[in-house]
């Protein structure tokens, strides 16, 4: 019978039925479940251990001839290592591994090179591959050609030479990416403009006006920009005539120094008036507002509020009667916009035709600071007036410069920058000095100046005087 495991304790004065399941005993099956899972694990694994031979089972080991008592008792490998290995106090006597070892003396049937052909010859067998093999030929062949083509610029030209022969050297040549602006031109306009028919050397009477009429008024836009740089600088400053000096300064800081103490007496009683005003009056019972107008205060702000309320829901209804000027607004505005990009779309199309600035900024052209950019400006028109106009053309006189017409065209196709000629300032004062061998030289010039300047001046006043006693002489013999 199974040994009985955690079975209910019972007391001894009460008895219980053995049939009933209270009275029943917890036996250990786990032997039986471990038997179950072998045989189970056995059918898996190729059947049940029983049920095989010995033969199957069992296999005699003729390998060794070692008995299982030495083999007991041999040594744990390590243990047998550290047994093996040499003493440390015996490695100190060993050589060092990582230094060199010295080099031996060459013998008498030593052969130079000999190792180093070796090393070669090896390397060249490692080389000899397919890839490495081409590489060295067209090597080879680039160094014959360039070799070549040294030595035939070295020669000096023979005339029986074809020069227009093509060379057998293969020169390598790589293509090269432009930038955008390469084949672009700066500037759309022409090299040489079309001059006005009236610069003809025998214009038209219509075109020689025409084109003294843009002259002019060439002439009134600089007149008229000369007139706007005077009166912003030049006429808000006085001259140096009426500019002011230590006169006309206390003379206006003296201004209403006599009348003052009548102003401050003025002054005085209107501030004493004013302080007597500003005092706010006393509050009696009787200005106090009832309660009836306090209510009716109250209803007026409701009526107003309520006015205001009627008066926004009214302007929001109207709304609706405003479609056909809101429609014709936003038709004025869409036309604004046509307009303007219409305009943006025509200046853009100008903009090859128009020359370049470096800067925003305008200046006129005749200012000559190097900080300062400089727009383009047009030269003067080349024009004879009516009275300089000739029938023949060896009276005929040319108008402006080639070499201006030139250097403006370039400007204005944008491919050089406007500029004018720079004024040279020199950065410091010269020093001046006498040398020393000059300075007596010097001294003898201004006495020598001086002793004829005394003697030109005691001749003068000796004339004069001669002269003044003959006219007294004379005065005095007609007397």
Known sequence: MADQHNAPKLSKKRKLGKNKKKSWCV???????????????QIRTGGLVAEKADDVLFVVDTSSSKTTADLSEKEPQAKR???????????????????????????PNFQKGKRTNRILDRLRARSQSQTRLKAA??????????????ESQKQLPVTAEDLWANDDVDKKTFSVKPPKKYRKKPSALPATLVP??????????????????????????????????YNALDAKFPNKADAPNESTYLT?????LVSDSEEEKEEDDEESQNTSLSVNPPVRREDRKTKKQRRVEMESKVKEKEKAKMTDIKQRENKVLRIPTIKAEINKNERKQRDRAELKRKKKELEPFKTKRLNSIKYPLHISISFLFIIFEEQDLALKLSTELVGSYRELKP?????????KSVQRRNIVEPRVKQKVKRKYKLKTF?????????????????????????????VIVVVVAAAVVEVVLDY
């Open 137 to 150: 030929e067209e090597s080879r062949k680039y160094a014959e050609s360039r070799r070549d083509v040294v």
């Open 27 to 41: 036996s250990k099956v786990d032997d039986i479940e471990e038997f179950l899972e072998d045989e189970r694990q």
């Open 196 to 229: 006005h028919p009236g610069a003809s050397a025998n214009p038209s009477y219509d075109d020689h006006q025409a084109l003294l009429l843009e002259a002019h008024n060439v002439e009134i836009k600089k007149e008229k920009e000369k007139k706007r740089l």
């Open 434 to 462: 006498e040398k020393k061998g000059h300075k007596a030289v010097t001294r003898v010039v201004v006495h020598v100046v001086a002793a004829a300047a005394v003697a030109v001046i005691v001749v003068v006043v000796a």
């Open 399 to 407: 108008e402006g410069h080639l070499l201006k017409d030139i250097y």
């Open 252 to 256: 206006e800081m003296s201004a209403g």
């Open 81 to 107: 290592r550290r047994k093996d290995k040499p003493l440390k106090c015996l490695a100190l006597l060993q050589p060092d591994p990582h230094s060199k070892a010295v080099r031996k003396s060459d013998g």
